[in-house]
Every structure is written in C-alpha cells, then in structure tokens.
C-alpha cells in the first residue's frame, strides 16, 4: 500500500473567507427538489471560486424556453436515442443532482433524452452527437445507458452560444465499457453549468474525457460512483482558457466498494490576463472500498503573467486496507529553459512555444482514443496557442 | 571557412545580491577545423560564456563583440544564430516532455535549413547517426532528454549537432560525468563531424581526459571570468600534471 498524501490541500486563501467546509464529502446533499439547494452566494464550498453572477440565470427555478440542435450520426443496431417522460427520466438517473443548477435543469428539461446501447452490443465506430446552441436559456438532461457487457464510444460535442444548464447521467450496467467524451467548443459568449454523474456496475469501465476550450464560463463537475466490484474509472480533462474565460472542472469520486480502480488526470494551459481555471478533485475511499487503488493528477501551464489556476485535490481514506492512494497537483510557469534550448536548435519562438504546449497536452490527447477528434483537438491547440501569440505582440 | 571571434567580452548575471560581472574581457578568435579547449575550475565563467554567444536572456553582454564571418552574432535573435551555423552542446540539456526526438530533430533540420529535409534520405541520415552514436532507434519515440540518463543526454547532443551541421559548436562539458566507453563514443561524433564538416570546436572541459580522444589545436585557460594563459596541447599536459592552483593562486 503506498499513501502519498492524504491531506486537504489548502486552497487560495483570499477565497476561502467564511467558507465552511464539508466534513466528509460523503454529506453533501444530493436532490432532485430545486429547493433543497439555496441559490449559491459564492461562499459555499463547491461554488467558492465560480464566478455565480454570471450563472445566475441558470439558478433560476422557472422554465426556459431555448434549444440546442442536435445532430447525431447514424446510430447502429442496439443502439437507440428516445425521448423520455420527466418521471421516467428521473427514475433512470443515476443520482439525484448535486448543486442548484443541475436541480434546475432536470426540473426544466421537459424530460431527457436517452441514448441507450443494448446488453451485449459492441459498437466499434465512435456514436457523435452534435449539440449546437443558437442563443437563449436551455436546460438538458441527457441519459448514456449503456446494457450489461455493452461497449462504445460516445462524442459529445457543443458548439454555439447558449446559457446551458445539464444533467448527465451515465449508467453501467455490469461489465459494460463506455468511452465518454465531452467537448465543449462554445462561443464565447456562452454560459454552461452541467453535472455528469456515473453509476458503475460491477466491473464496468468508464473512460471520460472532457475537454473544454470555448465559452465564458464552463463549469462541468463529474462525479463517478462505484456499485460494483472490479470497477475502473479513468477520467481526462483538458482545458485551454483565455483572458475572459472561467473553466472549472470539479471531479468526485466515490470508492463504496472493493476492488475498484480510478485515475483521474486534468491538464490545463492557461494564458491572458483574466483566465481563470479551477480544478478541484475529491476522491473518497469508504469503510467498505477495501483493495482501492486510486491516483489523481492536475498539472497546469501557465502561459502568462495575471492567469489564475486554483487547483485543489482531495483525498479522505476510511480504510488502510487499500491498494494505492495518491494525488498530485502542479501549477507551473511556461518554462524559459525549455524555450531557450529549443530556439538554440534555430527553431522560432512561435513554434517553439507550439511544440512545448502541444507536448503538455500530447499523452492526454492520446487517451482519447478517438482519431479523428485527436488530429481535430491538435489543431484547435495551435489555434489557441495562436491567440497567446496575438495577446503577447500586442503587450 | 568560418571564424567565431569573440573581442573583450563582459557578461554580467543579476543574482540577489545584485548585479554580478562573470566576463570580465574574453578575447577568442576559433576558425573552421580548430579545437580550442577551454579549460578552466568551476565558477570560473566556462558555461556563462557558452549561454552567452547563443544567447541566453539570462546573460547581459556590458562590453565587446561576437561576430560570426563578420555578423555580428550579439544582434541575432536564439534561432538567428542556430540558423547562423553556431551550436551549443549543453553541460545540462533540458528535457521537453511530450515533444518526441523524432519530431524535435525535423523541426529543428527545417528551420535551419529553411526547408524540410527529403524524407527518405532523413530518416536514412538519422537512422545512421543513432547508429553511430550507439542510440537506440526506439530514442526516435521518446520525449526530448525525458528520463534521459547524462549519458544519454550528452549523446542526444551529439547526435542533434551532426545532423544539424554547424560552422562553429560549442561544447559545454559534454565530457562530464561519462564513463570511458560513453566519451569514446561522444568523441568519435565530434571527431566525424570536424572530418566531415570541418567544423570549428570550441571545447568546454574541466578534465584533461576528453583530449586524449579529440586532439585540440590550441588550449586556453579560463580564470575568473577570462583567458590567463594560452598554449598548444602542451599546455594541457601541465594542467594534467599541475591543476588549476597555480592561476588560482593568483587570481
Ligand atoms: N544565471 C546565473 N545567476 C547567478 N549566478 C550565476 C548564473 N550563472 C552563473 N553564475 C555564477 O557565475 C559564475 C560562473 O559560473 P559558470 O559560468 O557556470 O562557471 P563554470 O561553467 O566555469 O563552472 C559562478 O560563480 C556562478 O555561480
Ligand atoms: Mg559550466
């Protein structure tokens, strides 16, 4: 067994006034009643470093009357997307919400919409679903179902502008394998709050990979829970924020059984004055979760002077008899050494800084497994690394 | 033909205790197909020369020139000079994690040469050069100096400036900390590429061993920030024989 940590890593202080932390992460409220949740101030521990003013539209109890379009590719046999009732779609999530916002989109859906892959159906190719916002309030619920030793790989990409509240609800049964990805290429104008949830069946394997480049404000918390033995979860996040830009990824997860693996590794680049990005990574391993082994990792790159990552892991161990529990968490500036050694071989500055942003980033995006959204990832890469070109010329 | 040559050089380095001159006046002139070795005690300002004719932003140059066939190098941008034929094998190569070897080498041969290289005759020429500098292939797919050993890191030097063929390369203790087996292997390389290239070597040591493997024209001693004597491989027997004390005595 080796214990690398399990402290509660301090957080900034300048943001920590009157927070009261939770005793165990194990407590916090989950509902589906909107009314379970205040509408956050900012002094609560989860929203302490969310910009709320700006999500404040989607802390409102009423409905809303926007839509995303959505697109998807052609579905193969065993795989079905449906519209399902609000009753029936709160009996087949998961988990009940976890913040006001995500209460509030459940309540204002109108419903979800389910994909669902049948027991025993492997789909090799990728399913897409495009979700294109065209401005106004939205709210989603969203159900990945995915049937006992079923397996695919399912991309979610959103693009657009909207003020988008969401639920997902990502449901293993027993040895089912999901490969998850959620892209959130926004405008820049768009606001997005969601909560993806995971329930994971005795030795399901859930991949999730989240990359978050566009929008004003994204605020995507996963949380994975584990219900069955010999269970592994891996979670990827990669995120590139801007001046103007909040991203803020909080994961949780939930080790209530034995024999359970889970992996968490967040990488971000940040760069612009404003650009603010949060990470923060709960992992609880319980009484029960004997046999654990679990690892989280946040790294962020910090491109230039006035860009703020909070990054705060989380580690609280009920158990000795566990596996392996560790975490780890570097902010770092870009570093001048790697520049030099690199324009030294007659390389530009331009590029230089591209191949050092895109080897931060290289083994993450190889994870994706997703060719296509890989090569298509790079290239948005470069042109945010173009964009802290255009912000540095003009200092 | 080529000639690096550096006139009164001061350098100064900002430490917390204030501004530090390092040089204090270096006068070198190194042609093409000459080695100088440059011998010197730690601290005695070796590798601050070396950072500072490629251009490191850390080193502020207060005083003196360096041109390169008349250019005047102190001008040049860190690539300019690359691109300009100057090489420096660093005493500590940095490690890019995440940038392969394979893609580092191409990008760095493009933008010197100012056009790709043939595919076909690149991957024959690096296969080639790994081969003689007893690297792996597999070194192509690993991340620039990532968990590198020195050894290996030293070799990756060698390996980059026989591909990138300079006019001058500078050679900031690449002898250091390599058993014997490993230097005959890094001296053969700079060996080929004096043969091959008639590059002109600027040979950074602090131990007299390396010049059994690569003979050097000239032999400079580096005291406290400049050159206290000069000589021919004599002059490196003596310091095999006596050391450093006797400059450092009056220094
Ligand atoms: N970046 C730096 N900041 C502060 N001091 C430096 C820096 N670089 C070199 N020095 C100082 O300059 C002197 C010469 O160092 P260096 O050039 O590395 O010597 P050598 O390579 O001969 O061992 C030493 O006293 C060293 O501490
Ligand atoms: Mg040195």
Redesign the pocket.
């Known amino acids: 067994m080796t214990v690398t940590d399990h402290t509660q890593a301090t957080a900034d202080t300048a943001h920590s006034h009157g927070v009261i932390p939770d005793k165990s992460r194990a407590d916090r409220i989950v509902s589906f009643d909107v009314d379970a949740f205040p509408v956050p101030t900012g002094r609560e521990e989860n929203w302490r470093f969310s910009p709320v003013r700006d999500l404040k539209t989607l802390f409102a109890d009423e409905a809303a009357e926007g839509h995303l379009e959505w697109a998807t590719s052609e579905l193969p046999a065993g795989v079905t997307l449906t519209e399902v009732a609000a009753d029936d779609a709160q009996a087949r999530t998961v988990r009940a919400p976890g913040d006001r916002a995500s209460a509030v989109a459940v309540k204002h859906a109108g419903g979800a919409m389910a994909l669902t892959v049948a027991a025993n159906t492997v789909v090799d190719e990728p399913i897409t679903i495009d979700l294109t916002g065209v401005g106004g309030e939205v709210r989603g619920h969203l159900l990945v179902e995915l049937g006992q030793s079923a397996e695919a790989t399912v991309v979610i990409r959103r693009t657009g502008t909207a003020h988008y509240s969401e639920l997902v609800s990502v449901d293993l049964q027993d040895n089912a394998g999901l490969n998850l990805v959620l892209l959130q290429q926004w405008d820049e104008d768009t606001i997005h709050a969601g909560e993806v949830v995971a329930r994971l069946g005795r030795d399901s394997r859930l991949r999730g990979t989240v990359v978050t480049l566009g929008g004003k404000v994204v605020r995507l918390n996963t949380s994975a829970a584990f219900a069955g033995e010999g269970a592994s979860v891996d979670l990827f996040g990669l995120y590139f924020a801007d001046s103007g830009q909040h991203q803020e990824h909080q994961l949780f997860v939930d080790h209530a059984v034995p024999k359970c693996t889970s992996r968490v590794t967040y990488k971000g680049a940040l760069a612009g004055k404003t650009a603010h990005s949060v990470w923060i990574g709960d992992v609880l391993i319980r009484a029960a979760a004997e046999g654990t082994d679990t690892y989280e990792l946040n790294r962020n790159l910090v491109l230039t002077d006035g860009a703020r990552a909070d990054s705060v892991p989380n580690l609280e161990i009920e158990t000795g008899e566990i596996e392996g529990a560790g975490h780890a968490s570097a902010t770092g500036r870009f570093d001048e050494e790697q520049m030099f050694y690199l324009r030294s071989r007659g390389i530009s500055e331009d590029q230089a800084r591209k191949l050092v942003v895109r080897g931060f980033f290289a083994d993450l995006i190889h994870e994706i497994g997703v060719p296509a959204v890989e090569e298509s990832l790079m290239r948005q890469i470069d042109l945010e690394i173009a964009h802290v070109e255009e912000e540095l010329g003009d200092e | 033909m080529s000639t690096l040559e550096i006139r009164n050089l001061h350098v100064t380095?900002e430490?917390p205790e204030g501004t530090?001159e390092?040089l204090k006046g270096v006068d070198l002139t190194i042609n093409s197909g000459e080695t100088h070795a440059i011998m010197?005690p730690?601290?005695?300002?070796?590798?601050?020369l070396a950072y500072s004719i490629a251009g490191h932003p850390?080193y502020e140059i207060t005083e003196g020139s360096v041109t390169l066939d008349g250019e005047d190098v102190l001008e040049m941008s860190v690539d300019e000079r690359a691109k300009a034929g100057l090489f420096l094998a660093m005493q500590y190569p940095v490690e890019v994690p995440g940038v392969s070897v394979s893609n580092f080498l191409r990008t760095a041969k493009t933008a010197i040469d100012g056009e790709a290289p043939k595919l076909r005759t690149w991957v024959k020429d690096v296969k080639g050069a790994m081969e003689n500098l007893r690297m792996d292939p597999s070194f192509g797919e690993r991340g620039v100096n990532e968990g590198f050993s020195g050894g290996e890191k030293k070799r990756h030097e060698i390996l980059q400036m026989e591909l990138l063929q300079p006019k001058i390369s500078i050679l900031d203790e690449t002898d250091s900390g390599l058993d014997v087996d490993a230097l005959r292997i890094v001296s053969e390389g700079v060996n080929r590429a004096k043969d091959n290239t008639g590059l002109g070597v600027m040979l950074i040591t602090h131990y007299t061993r390396i010049l059994r493997y690569i003979k050097p024209d000239y032999v400079h001693v580096f005291v406290n920030g400049r050159v206290a004597e000069e000589g021919g491989p004599e002059l490196a027997e003596r310091l095999e024989a006596e050391g450093y004390d006797r400059y450092l005595a009056d220094a």
């Open positions: 380095v430490t530090k390092i010197g730690n601290g005695s300002g070796k590798s601050t850390k």
